[in-house]
C-alpha cells in the first residue's frame, strides 16, 4: 500500500532560509504583497463529467521543427486539491506534440507554478501565491537539482535521446519560478520507432503531485502506417486518460454495486485493494480531461460512424493506477488489433512479431501506451471503454471496474482531426538484429521491496527501495552522483526483476526500450518491444519471489550518460524506488556487478 513518504526521500534545498525576518517586511512592502494577497484563477479548467470527448490541441513540425511556448500552472481548488496544467501561449491545456524522425524540438518551457500552501491565512502567510525564494541567488538550471514543491522539470518518456541537460536529464534539471524561459531543444533519431511518447514533469519528491494534478501531453513520432502499410488512410484519435483525486470521497457506493465493507484507507487517504473489483477506488479518471467521478462514474461521450475503422492512440498518464481496457458492446468484450506498444510498432527492427495482434483486453500499467484499432459499434448499438479491475496486491490500493467512454453512432459523426496519410513508403529494413535474437553479454537480478520506518508500526510512512541483488537496500539519493550500475553502450543485457513486497510494482527505464522474455520463470511469447511493465507482486506464501526478465538493449549511441530506471507508480519513485544508471562509451571498461559475466546467465 502507497503509504505517506519517508521525511528523509523529499531533501529540500534551503538556500533560501538565511532571508532575515527583519528583511522580510521591507521586502515585501516593496513587493505589495501585503495588500494584494493572490486570488485563485481558473488557470487550469476542466470539463465538466459525462462531456463530450474533445481531443488535444495538435502543433505539428513544419520543415522539419517544432517550436513552441510552453508553461506550467497550478491552481489550488476550494475542496483542497490541487490542479497542475501545461498551457501554450493561446491557452490549450496539453497539446500533442507530432513530429517526424529527424525533426528539431525546441519547446521555451516556463515554470509559472505558485505556492499552494493554504495552510494559513493569506494576511498571516503573505507570500502564498508568489514564487518561492525570488530573492535567493541564481543556481545553474542544468546543475541545482533542487527539489521544491514549486520546482519542476520535463521529461519525454520513451524516446532514445541524450540524458543531458537541455534534451532529457531529470537528475538535475530544475527549473524556477523566477528562472528565464528554459529552452529544451532535442532532435528526433533518424531511426525512431513511429508512435505514441508523451511528457511530464520528473522531479523527485513531486512528480506524484504534479502529475496526478494533470501535468502532461502525448508526443507522437510520425509514421506507424510505414511500419504497417495496412493502417494507410485510418483516421486517428489520441485519448489520454490521467487520474486525480477523488471528487466525492464521501459518497457511499453506487447501488449497482454489491454491498461491500467499508473502505480501509492507507496513510495518504487512498482506498486499499478490496480484491473484489468493486468498492471505492484510490483516484478517479479522466478522459482528456472529462472527469469520469466515483461513484456513479458517468462516462465521457464520444461518437463514431457504425463499422468506421479507426487507430486509437491510448496513454496512461496516471500516476498511480493501472488500467485494463476492454471495448464493449453490450456485455461482449470486442476485439481490437494492437499495432504498437509504448511508442514502439509490434513488427519493428526485424521483429518477428505479426503486425497486429487481436486482443479483447489490453493491460496498461502507469506510463504506458498502446496503439490499436477499434471499429465502430453497428447502427444503433451502443459500446462502452471500460477499464477492469486489476489487483494490486494485499498491501496495493483498489483499482475497480468502471466506465470511461460511452460510445454511440451516428453516420454524421465528425471526423477525428488526424488521419494517417493515405500511402505509406515502408520503413527501411533494420541494421541491427533484433534484440531477442542477441545473446546478453551479463544477466543482473534488480528487486522492488518496502519497509514501514518503524517496523512495530506498519502504518509508520514507508521507505521504498528498488536495489541491486545482493546490497542493501536504499531509497534513491538524489544528492549522489554514483551509479547503481554501469553499462557499456553496445552491450545488450538480461535484467531479473523481482518483486519482494506485497503489492504491484510497474518497471520503466529511460532512453531505451526492452523485450518481455519471461514471467516468474515462464517463457512469454512477446517479439516486441516496451518501456514499461508490471512485477507480480509478492503473497507471502509463494515458495519464491514473483519477476520478470527482460531483455536489455544497450546498443543505440545516442543513450551514452546517466539516466534512471524505477517503479512508474510515481508514489513509490517519489518515496526513493529508483536507481541511477550510467551509460558509457563502447571502448570503455566493462559493466559492474553481473552476476555471471562469462555466460551471462543464472
Given amino acids: 500500500m502507497a503509504r505517506r513518504l519517508s521525511t528523509a526521500c523529499c ?333 514502439v510498432p509490434l513488427q519493428f527492427e526485424g521483429s518477428p512479431s505479426p503486425s497486429v495482434q487481436r486482443v479483447n483486453h489490453i493491460g496498461l500499467p502507469p506510463g504506458a501506451r498502446a496503439e490499436f484499432i477499434v471499429e465502430g459499434p453497428p447502427a444503433g448499438a451502443q459500446a462502452l471503454l471500460v477499464t477492469r479491475a486489476v489487483d494490486t496486491g494485499p498491501a496495493g490500493e483498489n483499482d475497480p471496474n468502471r466506465a470511461l467512454v460511452a460510445i454511440t453512432t451516428s453516420v454524421n459523426a465528425s471526423e477525428p482531426q488526424a488521419r494517417l496519410p493515405a500511402h505509406a513508403e515502408p520503413l527501411p529494413r533494420s541494421e541491427r538484429p533484433w534484440v531477442g535474437d542477441v545473446a546478453p553479454v551479463r544477466v543482473r537480478k534488480l528487486f522492488f521491496s518496502e519497509q514501514p520506518e518503524n517496523p512495530n508500526d506498519p502504518n509508520s510512512p514507508t521507505k521504498f527501495f528498488m536495489t541491486l541483488d545482493g546490497e542493501t537496500p536504499k531509497p534513491f539519493d538524489p544528492q549522489s552522483d554514483i551509479p547503481d550500475i554501469t553499462v557499456r553502450q553496445g552491450d545488450v543485457e538480461d535484467w531479473i526483476i523481482e518483486n519482494r513486497s506485497m503489492e504491484l510494482h510497474d518497471f520503466h527505464i529511460h532512453q531505451l526500450h526492452f523485450q518481455l522474455l519471461d514471467w516468474s520463470g515462464v517463457a512469454v511469447n512477446e517479439p516486441f518491444l516496451r518501456d514499461t511493465v508490471n512485477v507480480p507482486y509478492y503473497n507471502g506464501r509463494m515458495l519464491k519471489y514473483p519477476s520478470v526478465r527482460l531483455r536489455m538493449d544497450f546498443r543505440d549511441p545516442s543513450i551514452v550518460g546517466t539516466f534512471v530506471y524505477h517503479c512508474h507508480v510515481l508514489e513509490h519513485e517519489d518515496g526513493g524506488m529508483m536507481g541511477r544508471i550510467k551509460v558509457v562509451p563502447r571502448d570503455t571498461a566493462s559493466s559492474t556487478k553481473p552476476l555471471n559475466q562469462q555466460k551471462g546467465e543464472l
Avoid at 91 to 107: E, F, Y
Avoid at 187 to 202: E, K, N, Q, S, T
Fill in 11 to 343: 531533501v529540500i534545498a534551503a538556500a533560501c532560509l538565511g532571508l532575515a525576518a527583519s528583511g522580510m517586511t521591507a521586502w515585501l512592502g516593496a513587493t505589495g504583497l501585503q495588500d494584494a494577497p493572490r486570488t485563485q484563477q481558473d488557470v487550469c479548467a476542466r470539463p465538466e463529467p459525462g462531456s463530450a470527448l474533445e481531443e488535444p490541441a495538435e502543433l505539428r513540425s513544419r520543415d522539419g521543427v517544432l517550436e513552441t511556448d510552453l508553461s506550467i500552472h497550478d491552481q489550488k481548488l476550494p475542496d483542497g486539491t490541487s490542479r497542475y496544467c501545461y498551457l501554450t501561449p493561446d491557452g490549450k491545456p496539453s497539446p500533442t506534440l507530432r513530429l517526424k524522425p529527424g525533426d528539431q524540438l525546441v519547446i521555451h518551457f516556463k515554470n509559472d507554478l505558485v505556492d499552494l500552501d493554504t495552510a494559513t491565512p493569506a494576511i498571516d502567510r503573505p507570500l502564498a501565491g508568489a514564487p518561492i525564494c525570488t530573492t535567493r541567488p541564481k543556481a545553474d538550471v542544468c546543475a541545482s537539482g533542487a527539489m521544491t514543491p514549486i520546482s519542476t522539470n520535463l521529461h519525454f518518456h520513451g524516446l532514445t535521446v541524450p540524458p543531458v541537460c537541455h534534451q532529457d536529464d531529470v537528475l538535475k534539471t530544475s527549473i524556477q519560478p523566477d528562472d528565464a524561459p528554459f529552452e529544451y531543444r532535442l532532435r528526433i533519431p533518424d531511426d525512431a520507432p513511429p508512435g505514441l511518447y508523451w511528457y511530464h514533469p520528473h522531479l523527485h519528491g513531486f512528480s506524484k503531485t504534479q502529475v496526478l494534478g494533470g501535468a502532461s501531453g502525448a508526443l507522437i513520432i510520425e509514421g506507424i502506417e510505414r511500419a504497417d502499410p495496412s493502417l494507410a488512410g485510418l483516421p486517428e484519435r489520441v485519448l489520454v486518460i490521467r487520474d486525480q483525486d477523488l471528487v466525492n470521497p464521501d459518497a457511499p457506493p453506487s447501488k449497482s454495486e454489491p454491498v461491500m465493507t467499508k473502505s480501509q484507507l492507507d496513510n495518504d487517504g487512498d482506498v486499499a485493494n478490496s480484491g473484489t473489483g468493486f468498492g471505492k477506488p484510490s483516484k478517479d479518471l479522466s478522459v482528456n480531461f472529462v472527469p469520469v467521478p466515483y461513484p456513479n462514474y458517468p462516462p465521457a461521450q464520444l461518437t463514431m460512424k457504425p463499422g468506421e475503422r479507426q487507430l486509437w492512440r491510448v496513454l496512461n498518464a496516471s500516476a498511480i493506477t493501472y488500467l485494463n481496457l476492454a471495448l464493449l458492446v453490450g456485455r461482449t468484450p470486442q476485439q481490437i488489433g494492437i499495432v504498437g506498444l509504448d511508442g
